[in-house]
């Protein structure tokens, strides 16, 4: 499964730029792919260690995929 998708699209210029898509991952996703509790993952953020989610609206929040990836890299490298 591709984790970033490719949007092509034309430019007044008639340029061909790539804008890049991401998917937002919510809490069970992101808990699975960096193996921590819900716990460590806020307290991780309102340190400064873990990316903040975005808000969905109400108590709904998300992670941008291509940010969590990032971090995984940082931290394996």
Do not use: C
């Amino acid at each position: 499964m591709p984790k970033e998708a490719i949007v092509v699209e034309e430019m007044d210029k008639g340029a061909i730029e790539p804008r890049r898509v991401t998917r937002l991952i919510r809490l069970p996703e992101v808990q699975h792919r960096v193996g921590l509790g819900r716990s460590t993952i806020y307290r991780w953020m309102s340190e400064g260690k873990f990316p903040k989610p975005v808000s969905l609206g109400g108590y709904s929040v998300a992670w941008p995929e291509n940010e969590i990836d990032e971090w995984i890299r940082r931290r394996t490298r």
